[in-house]
């Protein structure tokens, strides 16, 4: 099976490097891909952002399988296109890709199929969101999240009123988010942990795959603005087997049934972000492909073949089941260039890759690199997810 991976991050990384050591894979084929990956696919340019040109490069590579792995091209109909052309992807299609790609869509399909979630208000005017926010109707803290994609920046939590009404002039006024925070949703504020859960779909049935936690802010001790993900361990001792019972039993299952219902089946990956609360896991947010660094601490943990299940999935004949895991924890810390979340400066030379690789136990999955003459530069905000396993998560932390 040769198979074609859309992406150029750290989470494609890991994909590509599971799937190159598997003997039904005959050859991986990686674009735009990164200086990592070349180590294990075949890296070729494309435009990501062009569903034709994605097309023609499958056609072109005679590729048999072909794995979307960000969520913009997922967004903007490239399953759709390679479909109608006839070629086997996995990936949700456009519609069902409105799970994420808008937080307003999601959570009234929430409302709809009564999976558990914060209350929330859909705004679509900064007048109506200031309103919602005066008359005090969810509460403080809140949440203020842009509607459409913000690569995980989008999200503001208001400890008071005068937070909450500048983060939504930032938005909706100021134009902090472009066309993603032209509408908002504003939330109440959960109490409790914060974990996910991730699947495999094939439109009805689902490979349950692990739950894992990851660190948004920039900084140690939970402080600093949000990121995409500054690090992530799996599995997530929080989920315990009634939680992942009730997850599966209120949310996963629901979710699935009920883009059914509506036309619009879910295949691919699907990320869960819970809040455990009190009262039971509540939704926090629904990702529609593998977690970023999520994917690099739990794709390693697989212990079986993927490219058969994920060929599976896209032909919309998965087995209902947990997929075999390795009994080892991982645990995965991004390296960030200096600036993130905000603009950062390319070019600074990334030392110790080969030191790194030879550490037992541990993997080095490149995101924002690119090669400068014989040497790695940093060419992104996240640059690298160094990943250790162990016995345990503080021995695969000692990694």
Not at 93 to 103: R, V
Not at 177 to 190: H, I, K, P, T, W
Request: aromatic share 4%.
């Amino acid at each position: 099976m040769k198979i074609l991976v859309i992406g150029g991050g750290a989470r494609e990384h890991a994909l590509a490097w599971k799937l190159s050591r598997e003997t039904a894979v005959s050859a991986v084929v990686c674009s735009p891909g990164n200086p990592g990956i070349e180590s294990v696919a075949n890296v070729l340019p494309v435009d990501v952002a062009s569903p034709e040109a994605i097309l023609r490069l499958a056609e072109t590579e005679a590729i048999d399988l072909t794995v979307i792995g960000p969520e913009m091209p997922l967004s903007q109909g490239v399953v759709d296109h390679l479909q109608a052309a006839g070629r086997l992807v996995l990936g949700p299609t456009k519609a069902a890709a409105a799970l994420e790609s808008s937080k307003a869509f999601a959570k009234d399909f929430m409302a709809r199929h009564g999976v558990p979630t914060a209350l929330f208000v859909v705004c679509d005017t900064a007048e109506a969101a200031l309103s919602v926010i005066r008359r005090g109707e969810l509460g403080l803290p809140l949440v203020v999240k842009a509607d459409g994609l913000a690569a995980g920046k989008g999200v503001v939590i208001a400890e008071d009123r005068m937070a909450a009404e500048q983060a939504v002039e930032a938005a909706m006024v100021g134009g902090r988010f472009g066309e993603a925070g032209r509408r908002v949703v504003l939330e109440e504020f959960l109490v409790g942990e914060e974990a996910s859960y991730f699947v495999l779909a094939d439109g009805e049935r689902c490979l349950r795959l692990a739950s894992a936690q990851d660190h948004k802010r920039i900084f140690d001790d939970d402080l600093g603005p949000n990121t995409g993900g500054m690090g992530a361990f799996a599995p997530s001792p929080l989920v315990t087997p009634s939680i992942e019972r009730e997850v599966l039993d209120q949310i996963v299952e629901p979710v699935l049934r009920g883009m059914r219902q509506e036309g619009r089946p879910f295949r691919g990956f699907l990320y869960v972000g819970l809040m455990l609360t009190a009262a039971g896991p509540r939704v926090v947010e629904f990702n529609v492909r593998f977690g970023d660094p999520e994917a690099q601490v739990v794709l390693p943990m697989v212990g079986e073949d993927l490219a058969p299940l994920l060929a599976a999935a896209a032909a919309g004949r998965l087995e209902s089941r947990a997929a075999h895991l390795l009994p080892r924890p991982h645990v995965g810390v991004v390296l960030a260039a200096g600036g993130y979340p905000d603009a950062v400066q390319p070019g600074a030379l990334v030392h110790g890759l080969e030191e790194a690789g030879r550490v037992p136990g541990a993997l080095v999955f490149h995101a924002g690199t690119q090669r400068a003459d014989d040497h790695v530069v940093t060419a992104g905000g996240r640059v690298l997810t160094v990943v250790g396993s162990g016995a345990s998560h503080r021995e695969a932390i000692d990694v």
